[in-house]
């Protein structure tokens, strides 16, 4: 199914291979988080969603607010992004520095989110100048988070200071 749908979509048939990004199985048991920015329901695994939540409230309580953007995504979600994307006229090579191909994104996972905060515009740098990344960067490691796509990352992603996930 993943070699089709990346010959569909013009991706490299090496990707992912020689240190590339790893591949990702979807989760299954997933729960609700709440909506995100445009009122679309995220879910989490489980125990990812009560690390979010936690996390969640202690930003909370020190007036930091962390908004959900993305949570998991599918294999078809990812791949219907990416052909929105190419229909826009964007090329494969320009998309895969910004998005992983279907079967190679964190989100499928269920233990990645993508942040954002009030006042800061979502899924730009613009977000690593925000007092929730200050946050984050102290504290998020206590509720299992980190970054997973910093500057001149093995992966050759861009870097993502909005991108953070819960690891096995």
Known sequence: MLRKLHEELGVP????????????EEAIDLVEVGPNLLGRMQRLTADT????QAMLEAAAEQ??????????RSIEYQAA??????D???TI????????????SEHHTGRAVDIAAPGSRPLTEEFESSDAFRW?????????????YRRDNPWGFIYEPWHWSVKD
Do not use: C, H
């Open 63 to 72: 007036g930091i607010t962390l908004m959900i953007v993305s949570g998991y």
């Open 13 to 24: 048939a090496d990707y992912g291979r020689n240190g590339g990004p790893p591949g990702y």
């Open 136 to 148: 984050l960067q102290a504290n998020a490691v206590t509720f299992g988070f980190s970054m997973t």
């Open 81 to 86: 992004l990416i052909r929105s994307k190419i």
């Open 93 to 104: 090579g320009e998309i895969l520095k910004v998005n992983a191909a279907p079967g190679f």
């Open 88 to 90: 826009a006229g964007q």
């Open 49 to 52: 969603a009560s690390q979010w």
